[in-house]
């Protein structure tokens, strides 16, 4: 009976830890694709800054785009801001997706739901508007970047069930914090509370973030800028049951947009988030940094 029953707990162990190395690879599957795909940062080519007063955007060479105060022979179209959106009329040049084609000429670019492809193409070029600080900003794309051929996969930390840990959500209302981002911009971020957990017998807190409502951790830890990118890496967590309590597993910890590109607006980790213990899970460092 006793055997039995040791029996049955191992058997338990290892399929748990099957599922959890499975959900692993799948993660790094998923991260690729994210990182190649056509609104992946390794297309990236340029973030160009909007001001109201030129609203004509222009190709201004085979490389790039830029903005104009009057409209011209490589006008593309012309942006209209109205109140909290930004509208876009595109010329006879542009060309856009079959699929996305819009009812009317005036197309609204700022705000597109999250995912939901949005975005105007033009010859290799795809762009969309974001916002931050209150300013707005174009993102370039070239969907042909010779990056996206010539891309290694991030590599990672072996999966680790020691930094698997079972955490405690403490939540925070009507709660903001102001952080800054790798431009030094102060973006202001909704606060959903801090989360608790133990590690070797002693006790560590998290803030958590609303991040287009998940549960989303800024940190760094003794492997930044050794092993890990050197401002820290992201984290996304499982909402927590009726208890407070949910999983954080540093194993599917990544690396921010500005790792893999120049063009991003990447917010830094709070003093608060900094672990001082070895994160030795999640993605490395990617090729190429130091």
Not at 130 to 135: E, S
């Amino acid at each position: 009976m006793k055997y039995s029953l040791l029996f049955l707990i191992w058997i338990s162990f290892v399929t748990i830890s099957v599922a959890q190395e499975s959900a692993f690879a799948q993660w790094k599957i998923k991260r690729i694709a994210e990182l190649t795909g056509e609104d992946g940062w390794l297309n990236l080519v340029g973030l160009i800054w909007m001001e109201r007063d030129s609203p004509y955007l222009e190709e201004v060479n085979a490389n790039t785009l830029g903005f104009g105060k009057i409209s011209g022979a490589t006008t593309l179209g012309k942006f209209e801001f109205v109140k909290d959106s930004v509208w876009f009329e595109p010329s006879k040049l542009v060309i856009q997706k079959e699929s996305i084609k819009p009812s009317s000429n005036r197309i609204l670019v700022y705000p597109i739901g999250y995912g939901t492809g949005g975005g105007i193409y033009y010859k290799n070029w795809k762009w969309t508007i974001i916002q931050r600080g209150g300013n707005y900003a174009l993102r370039l794309r070239d969907l042909n970047h010779p990056n996206l051929q010539n891309f290694t996969p991030t590599s990672t930390f072996d999966y680790n069930p020691d930094f698997r840990f079972t955490a405690r959500l403490v939540p925070k209302f009507n709660q903001t914090l102001e952080i800054p981002n790798v431009l030094g911009q102060l973006i202001t971020w909704k606060v959903i509370g801090v989360l608790e957990f133990d590690r070797e017998g002693q006790q560590f807190e998290l803030l958590v973030l609303d991040e287009l409502g998940k549960l989303f951790v800024l940190f760094s830890d003794e492997t930044s800028a050794t092993e890990t990118y050197p401002t820290g890496r992201y984290l996304y967590v499982d909402s927590p049951d009726g208890k407070g309590i949910t999983t954080l597993d540093f194993n599917f910890a990544y690396n921010p947009p500005c790792a893999y590109t120049e063009f991003a607006t990447c917010p830094i980790p709070p003093k608060s988030n900094r672990l001082p213990f070895a994160v030795i899970a999640g993605e490395k460092m990617p090729e190429g940094h130091e």
